[in-house]
């Protein structure tokens, strides 16, 4: 059974920086794609950064230059780098690895306020 585990959320200021890291467990293969997903009060999920086994990666318009998604495909972890957050950053975020179907961690709550 695929179990997804987010750690590193909380409060920041605005312009400070975060890390998330996820980690999954219950698979015995590299799952192709691994990423977050973000969900505000009152809006739908929505994709903040992915990554494949093989380095390309897909981020928002909205993080492009600010966020960085790392991952180390044999042990299953995704990480993201998130600097110069902003107010409209704050959200829970969702780590997920993909494989026919997708996996989806309890998620992390990010908060950036002064």
């Known amino acids: 059974q695929v179990q997804l585990v987010e750690s590193g959320g909380g409060l920041v200021q605005p312009g400070g920086s975060l890390t998330l890291s996820c980690a999954a467990s219950?698979?015995?293969?590299?799952?192709?794609?691994m990423g977050w997903y973000r969900q505000a009060p009152g809006k739908q999920r929505e994709l903040v950064a992915t990554m494949g086994r093989g380095g390309s990666t897909k981020y928002a318009d909205s993080v492009k230059g600010r966020f960085t998604i790392s991952r180390d495909s044999a042990k299953n972890t995704v990480h993201l780098q998130m600097n110069s957050l902003k107010p409209e950053d704050t959200a829970v975020y969702y780590c997920?690895?993909?494989?026919?179907?997708?996996?989806w961690g309890q998620g992390t709550q990010v908060t950036v306020s002064s």
């Open positions: 219950g698979s015995t293969f590299s799952f192709p794609t």
């Open positions: 997920t690895a993909i494989v026919i179907r997708a996996y």
